[in-house]
Antibody, heavy 117, light 110 residues
Framework: QVRLVQSGAEVKKPGASVKVSCRTSGYIFTSYHINWVRQAAGQGLEWMGWIDPDSGNSGYGQKFQGRVTLTTDTSISTAYMELSSLKSDDTAVYFC??????????WGQGALVTVSS | QSVLTQPPSVSEAPRQRVSISCSGNSSNIGNNAVNWFQQLPGRAPKLLIYYSNVLPSGVSDRFSGSKSGTSASLAINGLQPEDEADYYCAAWDDSLNGYVFGTGTKVTVL
């Protein structure tokens, strides 16, 4: 079955960077995009960007341009989201979600990133 | 910030019907398909509807979706206690060149 398993919770200081992984299984990794979505506590969903593991092409939400980097390692069917220059309002749960023809048909369990001094 | 507008909350008795609206513009809903997601507390979102009105395998047929112009709707028939959750619409936005989500709607079963 299709599974997306994310790395664990992280605590970072303001100004630092965080890298969250999303390990996939149960499907051909290069046949689907990976999207990243975040959700602050008690807030709605916010789309961050997408990456095509086959071509390496990616796109980012305007709010995150220049601060987020999406990458993949096709040898281990894993996607990564790195967010730099962290601020307190980056504290959120970060989700990976499969995409391409159908956006969000499978999701990771989420990874809590806490930014605190 | 969310680009698609949803009512903050809806509530109804068990076995009744509720409808959730999602309002956008010509750059998103007006020109692209809408997906709907259900999010239970503390859980990842789950896809309920894609391509505006298609149910994924395994999703109850009590859920249905529709789209007209720059708005979309999700209907839940025969409301059940386990339907209590937050619901989000989403669509690709051609102007922003990315996905946009709705503001989210909390469904309460009375």
């Amino acid at each position: 079955q299709v599974r997306l398993v994310q790395s664990g919770a992280e605590v970072k200081k303001p100004g630092a960077s965080v890298k969250v992984s999303c390990r996939t299984s149960g499907y051909i990794f290069t046949s689907y995009h990976i999207n990243w979505v975040r959700q602050a506590a008690g807030q709605g969903l916010e789309w961050m960007g997408w990456i095509d593991p086959d071509s390496g092409n990616s796109g980012y939400g305007q709010k995150f341009q220049g601060r987020v980097t999406l990458t993949t390692d096709t040898s281990i069917s894993t996607a990564y989201m790195e967010l730099s220059s962290l601020k307190s309002d980056d504290t959120a749960v970060y989700f990976c979600a499969r995409g391409g023809a159908i956006f969000g048909d499978y999701w990771g369990q989420g990874a809590l990133v806490t930014v605190s001094s | 910030q969310s680009v698609l507008t949803q009512p903050p909350s809806v509530s109804e008795a068990p076995r009744q019907r509720v409808s959730i609206s999602c309002s956008g513009n010509s750059s998103n809903i007006g020109n692209n398909a809408v997906n709907w997601f259900q999010q239970l507390p503390g859980r990842a979102p789950k896809l309920l509807i894609y391509y505006s009105n298609v149910l994924p395998s395994g999703v109850s047929d009590r859920f249905s979706g529709s789209k007209s112009g720059t708005s979309a709707s999700l209907a839940i028939n025969g409301l059940q206690p386990e339907d209590e959750a937050d619901y989000y619409c989403a669509a690709w936005d051609d102007s922003l060149n990315g996905y946009v989500f709705g503001t989210g709607t909390k469904v309460t079963v009375l």
